[in-house]
């Protein structure tokens, strides 16, 4: 009932930059948590980056310094600008959110997107 649509992605040299852009739609309340995480090839899905809507932003420590998650609320829509790309950042990248259903009082929801392809070739 809620959805989130992934766009940006795509192929980038190492060293370039990306931003990927998720918006969520539906029955929203409210949403707390936004973020990233992301799925290498052979490799367990790992956070990359979170944003509580009154809170700092988390990061994992191997993309500190060289992305940026930001939210604008008013859109329900979060944004991961990743800068200095490594062949190792290359992976799936999923959009997370959670919140509360509009519709059905003090239901929670946590949905994720379909999932978008980041390639950084070296």
């Known amino acids: 009932q809620v959805q989130l649509v992934e766009s940006g992605g795509g192929l980038v040299q190492a060293g370039g930059s990306l931003r990927l852009s998720c918006a969520a739609s539906g029955s929203i309340f409210s949403i707390n948590i936004m973020g990233w995480y992301r799925q290498a090839p052979g490799s367990q899905r790992e956070l990359v980056a979170v944003?509580?809507?009154?809170?700092?932003?988390n990061y994992a420590d191997s993309v500190k310094g060289r992305f940026t998650i930001s939210r604008d609320n008013a859109k329900n829509t979060v944004y991961l600008q990743m800068s200095s790309l490594k062949p190792e950042d290359t992976a799936i990248y999923y959009c997370?959110?959670?919140?509360?259903?509009?519709?059905?009082?003090?239901?929670?929801?946590?949905?994720w997107g379909q999932g978008i392809q980041v390639t950084v070739s070296s």
């Open positions: 944003m509580p809507s009154g809170g700092s932003a």
């Open positions: 997370n959110a959670e919140g509360y259903d509009r519709k059905v009082v003090r239901r929670p929801f946590n949905s």
